[in-house]
């Protein structure tokens, strides 16, 4: 009878149970079965060096390797540690049993040591959900697992460890977690610029506290050098830190794409420059990988110089805009990651930048600007919650007396995210909650459903936009404490759609 070892195997962030399955058999060889990849393939070389070192020599027999359910893909070398382990107790060289409910992930070296692989976390992640309660892996760096409640973390150096724990020789480090009743919360994440040293723009500042506390979506447009880059910089800097379950799901994103991430408890913020490809913006290649989507998730995607983006490129954000995740499909695999971004994109009026300026000549002709205005398409503008004209600021006539600091900002942020949580029992945001439940929690009175139809007819507002102006108001009245919807909060929200109307009539935006 074949002997079973558990693994986990993943399917971009999302992972499964894997049944590492070994039977002996006369002959020679070893065969690995179950759709595995080359790395997965290479293991059965890593195995046998592992196994030799350890003095484990398995003569005159076949070794069959089966890796279930062999209708996945298998792309990772995580399943060395368990096929070792199943190889030397189908052997009998471990006359111990092995632990029920325990999974094993690691890749091996030739002498028998045990290294992590990329995608290690996710893999804890998915063995948590399928109910494992012991995992034997090698130590990871800069994860606080003592965070991840109901597993018992056993650390292994080499194989002889492992066999050494089946006895209750455990020699390496272990970490029993227990339920925790509150999550262990890391220590807050520090920024390196602040609001109170940005002059002026109040309306700016006004607006980018209401798209952090709803988590909406902004356009800033204004001539070179008005501060469009520097809002967005310390933006992140009014965002709530991330909370343990969004923490994981960031820190699985990055380690499948093989980035350090420093600040685990921000929200993470990604810039990538104008030139950058289709497939790093959305992700892909032979092995699908994450791409600035996905690392921009529960965060923010800056994209600066909107316009210079190719068309095509931008057009690739509508499905994960409306979705919060993106689908990769390739010969080999189709994976999901979550790509719940907030986006803040920054743009010139027009080519040279200075159209409507006070102080410049604007040397481009209308079809100039309008073609320059065009490459943002009509579905990603109706994508974009607050429109926000920036001028630029004179330094004589401001001062930083008065700035408010990113603290006091943030704390009224996180207060109005804590009221929608509240409102819809889960963490989400008025951005993105579902339109039933959001018209649920948010009835208008007949006056002003009146307002909201009068305004969508006068200035042609599609359905989206519409739900939209909901969702900015229900964001405003949190922000002021107000249970219901005011006609102040429909205004102000209103006014931020409505500086569109009025850059059409100028030119200035398509």
């Not at 800069?142 to 292994?156: A, K, M, Q, S, Y």
């Not at 990988?289 to 690739?316: I, N, W, Y």
């Not at 027009?350 to 320059?372: D, E, F, H, L, W």
């Not at 006539?397 to 408010?404: G, H, I, Q, T």
């Amino acid at each position: 009878m074949a002997t079973v070892v558990s693994s986990i195997g993943l399917k971009g962030i999302e992972g499964y149970r894997v049944h590492v399955e070994v039977q002996l058999l006369p002959g020679d060889g070893v065969s690995i079965v179950g759709l595995p990849d080359a790395s997965v393939k290479e293991s059965k070389d890593r195995v046998m060096g592992a196994l030799y070192a350890n003095d484990c020599e398995i003569l005159d027999r076949k070794i069959i390797i089966n890796l279930s359910p062999a209708e996945q893909k298998k792309n990772s070398p995580i399943f060395d540690l368990a096929m070792a382990i199943a190889v030397m107790k189908e052997a009998d060289e471990v006359k111990d049993e092995i632990p029920n409910n325990a999974a094993f992930l690691g890749v091996l070296s030739l002498d028998g040591t045990i290294r992590s692989v990329e995608g290690m976390l996710p893999a804890i992640m998915a063995a948590r959900k399928e109910g494992f309660e012991i995992l034997y892996l090698p130590r990871i760096q800069d994860v606080p697992l003592e965070t991840i409640d109901g597993l018992e973390f056993r650390f292994v150096e080499t194989l002889q460890e492992v066999i050494d724990s089946f006895s209750g020789q455990l020699s390496a480090f272990s970490i029993q977690t227990k339920s925790l009743q509150e999550p262990i919360e890391l220590p807050p994440p520090t920024y390196d610029k602040d609001f109170k040293h940005i002059l002026g723009h109040k309306q700016a500042k006004r607006a980018l506290e209401i798209a952090a506390a709803g988590g909406h979506n902004v356009l800033m447009v204004g001539p070179p050098g008005c501060g469009k880059s520097l809002l967005s910089e310390t933006f992140p800097s009014i965002l709530p830190p991330l909370k343990q379950e969004g923490r994981f799901e960031v820190m699985s994103i990055y380690q499948l794409a093989g980035i350090n991430q420093q600040n685990v408890s921000a929200p993470p913020y990604r810039s990538p420059h104008h030139s950058a490809s289709a497939v790093s913006l959305i992700g892909g290649g032979t092995n699908p990988k994450p791409g600035e989507v996905s690392l921009a998730h529960r965060g923010v995607l800056f994209l600066d110089e909107m316009a210079e983006f190719p068309k095509r490129t931008l057009d690739m954000l509508r499905q994960p805009m409306e979705t919060g995740k993106v689908t990769i499909s390739r010969a080999a695999s189709t994976v999901t990651y979550p790509a719940q971004f907030l986006l803040i994109g920054a743009m010139n009026p027009c080519p040279c930048g200075y159209i409507g300026s006070r102080n410049y000549y604007c040397t481009c002709t209308p079809k100039q600007v309008m073609a320059y205005n065009n490459r943002i398409s009509g579905p990603i503008q109706d994508r974009m919650d607050i429109l926000l004209k920036l001028d630029t600021v004179s330094l004589e006539n401001e001062s930083f007396v008065d700035n408010e600091t990113s603290e006091v900002i943030r704390e009224r942020v996180i207060k109005a995210r804590e009221t929608q949580y509240q409102r819809y029992g889960e963490v989400i945001s008025n951005a993105i909650v579902p339109n039933e439940k959001l018209l649920t929690y948010t009835i208008l009175t007949d006056e002003q459903e009146k307002m909201m139809r009068s305004w969508a007819s006068k200035y042609n507002w599609s359905t989206r936009v519409q739900m939209k102006i909901r969702r900015l108001a229900r964001t405003i009245s949190d922000l002021n404490g107000d249970e219901n919807i005011t006609n102040q909060s429909i205004w102000e929200a209103v006014t931020m759609r409505r500086t569109q109307a009025r850059h059409q009539q100028k030119g200035m935006v398509n």
